[in-house]
């Protein structure tokens, strides 16, 4: 028989899991709003400070971003540290508090890794004077996910004013291992805050995990967004670099229908010209990249998406659009296995809930 108090106990602790669990739901519910104008300030409501989330977050979070410290890389000698790498080798196996890496103005030739048991690590640049962090590994040397300048394998990690560049020659399409990727992400619960990545094919391996892009900007030209990352893209821009016969913004890796995966790019802008661009390839057979309320300009080909020449694909990868804008975005001649989506459809891929994010996005620290 339970006693009395202790029944009282049990239910005071149900109630209050399920309230945060009610607050939680209600801010992974909310959806992007279709007026550009109105992003800020959904993101603030949806993205809170440390101090208005503490209960609601994974209890692993909120105590790292408690504990959180700062570490100054300075290319002069003037920081703790003169490299990247150096900063990153100071972080301990296991950390468990979020260790803040400054980084000061100009370039760092430095091929930096941050492994899986080193979760908790921001990068963080100057806004008015952003590092840079540049390298050129290639395909040939490294392998092509290991040709990243900058490989992120450990959870809870996030960029903020930062360019991240592979400047590897461009491939010619003769040369084999030429593929140069600038960020390899595959570590859970990463997010990225006014980061630029240069490249030109396989700019960008989003290999896998939830991850968070706002204010970006990432450049290529073949594949130069690919892997099985489950990703949401606010406000970014996608340059498709002009010169090759044909482009291809992503090339998405899912592999069964009941994956999660799958790219989400929302009030995204895709610049470039020369109506070369696949907005995304059928990598593997069940690929799903969605653009939503985005403009995407004459660089995008009219036909739109690629079963990469295997019809069989037609069947199983989801390729979404809805309402974006500008001469890419016209339907009429989209490729027939094009998904026009509806409020219904859309709506699961268009707030933090496809990522799970109020269980651990922060907004950007102030450092």
Not at 33 to 48: E, G, M, T
Not at 184 to 209: H, M, P
Not at 216 to 228: A, K, L, M, Q
Not at 352 to 363: E, K, N, R, T
């Amino acid at each position: 028989m339970i006693k009395k108090n202790s029944y009282i106990t049990i239910k005071t602790v149900l109630v209050t899991i399920l309230f945060f669990v009610s607050i939680v739901r209600s801010h992974d519910n909310v959806p992007v709003p279709a007026d550009k104008s109105q992003l800020n300030r959904w993101f603030d409501s949806n993205v809170r400070q440390l101090s208005a989330r503490k209960a609601s977050l994974e209890p692993s979070v909120a105590t790292a971003e408690g504990g959180a410290k700062v570490v100054k890389v300075r290319a002069d000698g003037s920081g703790d540290f003169k490299t990247i790498n150096d900063a990153v080798k100071s972080i301990p196996v296991g950390n468990k508090n979020r260790v803040i890496v400054s980084i000061g103005p100009g370039n760092y030739t430095e091929k930096v890794k941050v492994v899986r048991e080193k979760p908790f690590v921001t990068f963080y640049g100057d806004p008015n004077d952003m590092p840079t962090l540049v390298y050129d590994g290639t395909a040939a040397k490294y392998g092509t996910v290991n040709s990243a300048t900058l490989i992120v394998e450990s959870a809870y990690f996030s960029a903020v004013n930062l360019k991240v560049v592979n400047s590897a020659p461009r491939p010619d399409g003769k040369k084999k291992g030429a593929q140069a990727a600038a960020l390899r992400i595959g570590g859970e619960n990463a997010s990225f805050y006014n980061c630029k990545f240069y490249g030109f094919q396989d700019t960008l391996c989003d290999d896998k995990g939830k991850h968070f892009f706002k204010d970006c900007y990432i450049e290529g030209t073949v594949d130069f967004i690919f892997g099985s990352g489950q990703s949401l893209y606010l406000n970014s821009e996608l340059h498709v670099i002009p010169g090759d016969a044909v482009a291809f913004i992503t090339a998405h890796a899912r592999t069964k229908a009941n994956e999660a995966n799958g790219y989400v790019f929302v009030h995204c802008t895709v610049t470039g010209s020369g109506g070369t661009a696949y907005l995304g390839r059928a990598w593997f057979d069940h690929s799903r990249v969605v653009f939503a309320y985005s403009e995407l300009s004459d660089a995008v080909k009219p036909e739109g998406w690629s079963n990469n020449q295997k019809p069989q694909n037609d069947n199983t990868v989801y390729f979404g659009e809805f309402n974006n804008k500008g001469p890419g975005s016209i339907l009429d001649k989209r490729a027939g296995f094009t998904k026009k989506l509806s409020d219904a459809d859309v709506k699961p891929f268009i707030s933090l809930g496809y990522l799970q994010g109020s269980m651990w996005l922060l907004p950007p620290p102030k450092v």
